[in-house]
């Protein structure tokens, strides 16, 4: 597998928050507009919502949206810096490579037995089978332009966008990168798996 960058992402995780949340406040303009077009979309994603913890984040997004107009320029920049600092934190994640090592040993067990659970009776016959990687790689054809992105991830950051067409895209796309030498990856997505019905 080629040496992965986000090995060392922790070290370096705060600078790059800091440096997002620099740029998107030095960038904007006009921090009502923003503020306004956030605060309409959030409410959009969260209305509806059972968890406790989204119906206090929607009562929070209403409450901004009807303050806006009476705050000051510098309060609505605060507010920007918050919710630039919330949302950089939140994407830019926390890779722990000690999970990434064990998850690789244990995921190909369970999106073996869910892709086949036909196999898992002789998985289960020949423990051994449960932690290979084989036995998912028979079940995964991963096709494409990979040289490239190998050459790629030598000079740069990938970048991908999974289509997200189910909950379990993450884990068979972390496998395929594994499958194919390319380095680990991590999401910035995930708030809408999680609230799907």
């Avoid at 620099?22 to 960038?27: A, G, W």
């Avoid at 077009?37 to 119906?55: Q, W």
């Avoid at 002789?122 to 190998?150: N, T, Y």
Wanted: hydrophobic share 40%; net charge positive.
């Amino acid at each position: 597998m080629i040496e992965a960058p986000i090995f060392r992402f922790n070290s370096e995780r705060d600078s790059l928050v800091a440096r997002t949340i620099e740029r998107v406040v030095e960038t904007t303009s006009d921090p009502l507009w923003i503020l306004n077009d956030a605060a309409y979309h959030e409410t959009r994603r969260l209305d509806g919502t059972k968890r406790p913890k989204d119906i206090e984040r929607l009562e929070d997004w209403r409450r901004l949206a009807r303050r806006l107009g009476r705050m000051s320029e510098a309060k609505r920049r605060e507010r920007l810096r918050e919710i630039a600092g919330e949302y950089s934190r939140d994407i830019a994640g926390n890779f722990d490579p000690r999970v990434f090592h064990v998850s690789t040993r244990l995921v190909p067990a369970l999106v073996t037995s869910l892709l086949s659970p036909r196999s898992l009776p002789r998985m289960l016959r020949h423990p051994q089978d449960l932690f290979s990687l084989d036995a998912l790689g028979q079940k995964v054809l991963v096709e494409g332009h990979i040289d490239h992105l190998k050459r790629l991830a030598k000079i740069g950051t990938l970048v991908f966008v999974p289509t997200h067409s189910s909950n379990l895209d993450s884990i068979v796309f972390g496998f395929a990168l594994e499958k194919c030498g390319l380095p680990p990856a991590t999401y910035g997505a995930g708030k809408n798996l999680f609230t799907n019905p």
